[in-house]
């Protein structure tokens, strides 16, 4: 609900739980008051700067004339540069003086009903919900532009979207220094921030860390959002644990460079701002022309981190893109860690023919089957078939999948060419470079210049004519580099700052018109594992290969992390072979199966070179995973014990109507004499009675409260599943 009470000049947004609320203070200033647990829309009236006090940045007199506040001490709903608040800005503007000086106050407002869509630019839509929009738009006195603030409410998620647009409505150019998506302001207050950081290879690891005076950001500034941070901060109160407690969740809607800043001041309030990132960013803006930001999230929970992660799920699942659409998620078997770039034809067939009656859905061809590409140092842009490995091109692969029940998915990596390429030979120009300097390679790749239409549109050609030619029901989109050498021989001298945005910019058209032209064809997100895993990609690709470390004890830590915003749908998972690719570790087939199995789950491994064990392993894996989808795509996610703290790691799905649960309780290391441990549920329904793995019956309140057995014995690296059914 949005509510303008005129009395006190107030805007009051509530969710089912949550209230946030701005006012329009003296002077027009657009300043912010409250955001946290449901307020009364009346108590509006409440004194509003108590307390704050007067310092020598700008001062006023307050609602009372009583005495004066500061600018620098006011919170400020989109704060900007020069007109006495010395945080952060939300935005900065340069005129053309090259003065960066501005006044914003409010204009004018509307609320309406729905919400619009940015696409290109992803972004959260309505689905079925209720959704109000309010727009509170402000001008600039000094140079002469509005902004327009947006905030959408779902009420049933506790979510909020909002996005700035600002308007060139001088006659002169303006550049825009930084735009923020949004920024909030809270009373001092002992926060702490949470984050997801990471590496290659064990992405979204989670920090916790305290907020102490001074600033605090997490931020990329690689082209793309990158395995070592995520574009999404929580604000905690000290004392919230999974199931208790205040989080506040802000993510960002967007896969390329994105900053995330807490700031605390003298007085201890804390500013939070997420967008993109400033850092060599500068936008001219035309007179007429509209710049619009990413657009944010921010969900509120009072109870705890597990709280926050289900709704972020719930506007994944539910609101967002592709993420919500109903396309059904394949259980499939990829080449890649079973064959690398030694494939071909026949080596292939026997692959696909070794696959039979395991009931997997898809066949990935993954890197390898272009080009001339017999290792990773050729042909990307090349988007032909390997003549020397498929002379009859792709049609006895599909062949082959048809003939055991599969459907096929190839790889690609749209975004790159290599030196080494036909592309290259006959573009020379089109990768991201500037003069006078070789641009640097990394894995032998460079990236091609996606700010511009005429490679948007052959890398647009080329990938459709093989989906076209093909029947290719599935597609893993890759890109395994940064992006460096910045500069586009597309744009003006003034542009060239334009790049990073344009860039993503450009990105999300091939993947807007690709996914609208195959609408059947699933699109799954990858980046060198999870190096580009945010709401921008799962709004065109509801799933992305969340990391290149497929060791499943090492997926404990990755898949918890990731689970606090993005659902388990989000994720894909694969048995691989052990020892393991990445760590040379041996963990147990079944612990393999069940750490994937409650992500878009399948294999990654040469079934010609598993026991009978273990083939008869994986159809009960396959079986299990077909009882688990419905819970996957719509059930409640839990976690329980932290991969980070205890020598433990479990979570749990429920469904809707709290009839079903799936938990798994894994191992990573036994310590010698440890005394029992009882795995306590959650989310279940206390009255209900339910079966535990076809056997033990037991009520909901029991299981949650008094817990199951879960550590009798158990080894290093092993995992324990408990299926509840309803009595
Ligand atoms: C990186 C991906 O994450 C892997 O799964 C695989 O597709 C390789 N690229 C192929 O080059």
């Known amino acids: 609900m949005i509510k303008f009470i005129s009395g006190t000049d107030s805007f009051y947004l509530s969710t089912d739980n949550s209230s946030y609320v701005i006012k329009i203070l003296k002077d027009d200033m657009l300043c912010h008051r409250y955001y946290g647990q449901k307020i009364s829309a009346e108590e509006t009236e409440l004194p509003y700067l108590c307390g704050r006090k007067s310092n020598s940045s700008g001062e006023f007199l307050d609602e009372e004339n009583t005495c004066f506040v500061s600018k620098e001490n006011t919170p400020f709903e989109y704060p900007v540069f020069g007109d006495g608040d010395l945080r952060n800005p939300a935005m900065i503007t340069e005129n053309r003086f090259g003065q960066r000086t501005s006044r914003l106050i409010y204009k004018s407002h509307r609320i309406t009903k729905g919400k619009k869509s940015l696409s290109p630019l992803p972004s959260f839509d309505v689905g079925t919900e209720d959704v109000d929009t309010l727009e509170i738009i402000l001008s600039d006195s000094v140079s002469g532009y509005e902004v327009s603030l947006f905030y959408s409410v779902f009420e049933k998620e506790d979510a909020i979207t909002r996005r700035a647009e600002i308007r060139n409505t001088s006659d002169t150019d303006i550049k825009i220094l930084s735009a ?105 803006l035309a007179p007429g022309e509209t710049f619009v930001t990413p657009e944010a999230i921010s969900v509120f929970s009072a109870e705890g981190l597990n709280g926050m992660s289900r709704r972020f799920h719930n506007m994944c699942r539910k609101h967002l893109g592709k993420s919500a659409a109903s ?122 210049d996606m700010t511009r239409g005429e490679i948007i549109d052959f890398v647009y050609d080329s990938v459709a004519a093989i989906l076209d030619e093909y029947d290719i029901s599935y597609v893993k989109w890759d890109m395994n580099r940064n992006i460096t050498d910045i500069g586009s021989a597309a744009l003006p001298a003034e542009k060239q700052d334009e790049f990073y945005h344009r860039y993503i910019l450009g990105v999300y058209e091939l993947m807007h018109r690709l996914t609208e032209a195959f609408p059947h064809v ?38 918890y992390g990731t689970s606090l915003v993005y659902p388990t749908s989000a994720m894909t998972a694969h048995v691989s ?112 009675i339910y079966r535990i793995n076809g056997k033990l019956k037991l009520h909901g309140d029991t299981l949650m409260n008094y817990g199951l057995p879960a550590a009798d014995n158990p080894t290093d690296f092993s995992t324990v599943t408990f299926e509840l059914e309803e009595e």
């Not at 290659?200 to 907020?211: L, M, N, Q």
């Not at 470079?433 to 990394?442: D, I, M, T």
């Not at 799954?524 to 004890?553: K, V």
């Open 180 to 284: 923020q998506s949004m920024s909030v302001d809270f009373e001092p207050r002992d926060f702490e921030l949470i984050t997801l950081n990471g590496a290659w290879a064990r992405e979204r690891y989670i920090e916790r860390r305290p907020i102490t005076a001074g600033s605090l950001a997490i931020e990329s500034r690689r082209g793309a959002t990158g395995h070592q941070g995520n574009p999404f901060a929580a604000l905690v109160d000290k004392n919230t644990t999974e199931d208790s407690g205040i989080s506040y969740g802000f993510a960002l809607v967007y896969s390329g460079n994105y900053k995330a800043a807490a700031e605390v001041d003298q007085y201890g309030s804390l500013r939070f701002q997420i967008g993109i990132n400033p850092f060599n960013f500068d936008w001219t």
């Open 327 to 448: 396309l059904k998620r394949p259980l499939v078997i990829n080449s890649w860690e079973a064959m690398y770039f030694d494939i071909n034809d026949r080596a292939v067939e026997q692959f696909v023919n070794n696959c039979k009656g395991l009931d997997i859905d898809t066949f990935v061809l993954d890197d390898g089957w272009f080009g001339v590409r017999d290792d990773d140092s050729t042909s990307l842009g090349d988007w032909f078939v390997h003549k020397t490995k498929f002379p009859d091109g792709l049609k006895n692969v599909v062949r082959v999948c048809r003939e055991n029940g599969m459907n096929f998915g190839l790889w690609f990596e749209p975004e790159m060419i290599s030196p080494k390429s036909e592309l290259f030979k006959a573009h020379p120009d089109w990768c991201i470079h500037v003069e006078n300097k070789k641009p640097l390679e990394s894995r032998s790749q460079l990236v091609l």
């Open 522 to 559: 699933l699109f799954e997100g990858c980046a060198g594992g999870g190096g580009r895993f945010d709401f921008g990609i799962l709004y065109y690709m509801p799933q992305i290969w969340t990391s290149d470390d497929t060791d499943a004890i090492e997926r404990l830590k990755i898949q």
């Open 577 to 688: 072979a052990c020892p393991n690719h990445q760590t040379r570790r041996t963990v147990p087939f079944k612990t393999r199966g069940d750490v994937a199995q409650v992500c878009n789950f399948g294999y990654e491994l040469d079934v010609a070179k598993l026991s009978d064990d273990e083939k008869a392993m994986i159809k009960e894996q396959t079986a299990l995973h077909r009882k688990l989808e419905d819970l996957i795509a719509t059930g409640d996610f839990y976690r329980i014990d932290s991969p980070f703290e205890t020598e433990f790691c479990s979570w749990e799905l429920v469904s809707a109507d709290k009839k079903r649960a799936f938990a798994v309780f894994a191992t990573q290391k036994v310590t010698a004499n440890r005394g029992g441990y009882y795995l306590k549920l959650k989310g279940l329904d206390p009255e209900k």
